[in-house]
Nanobody
Framework: QVQLVESGGGLVQPGGSLRLSCAAS????????MAWYRQAPGKQRVLVAT???????DYADSVKGRFTISRDNAKNTVSLQMNSLKPEDTAVYFC???????????????WGQGTQVTVSS
């Protein structure tokens, strides 16, 4: 079993910054990719940023230039540095990981519980 635990959410003023972190633990052989999603009330969950094992990153257009995803492979953690925050960034942010629990073996999808980010003056 694999657990993902997010931290770092909170209330911040527009233009401010937050850094989210996600730690993966449990029966992990390797993590293929880690990502951040977000979901605002009444909205679909959307992909914010992804970092693949090869180091490639992808960002939603709405956060490009403001958010940076980074990964510490040795610690099985991923972070999301969020700068120049806007009210429309308000959402629950979820960590997601594609995990191999053994090798050879399939890749499984795991989600964290979410952490609230509120951008308001």
């Amino acid at each position: 079993q694999v657990q993902l635990v997010e931290s770092g959410g909170g209330l911040v003023q527009p233009g401010g910054s937050l850094r989210l972190s996600c730690a993966a633990s449990g029966s992990i052989f390797s993590i293929v990719a880690m990502a951040w999603y977000r979901q605002a009330p009444g909205k679909q969950r959307v992909l914010v940023a992804t970092q693949h094992t090869n180091g490639n990153t992808d960002y939603a257009d709405s956060v490009k230039g403001r958010f940076t995803i980074s990964r510490d492979n040795a610690k099985n953690t991923v972070s999301l540095q969020m700068n120049s925050l806007k009210p429309e960034d308000t959402a629950v942010y979820f960590c997601h990981a594609l995990v191999k629990v053994k090798d050879p073996g399939p890749t499984y999808s795991y989600w964290g519980q979410g952490t609230q980010v509120t951008v308001s003056s």
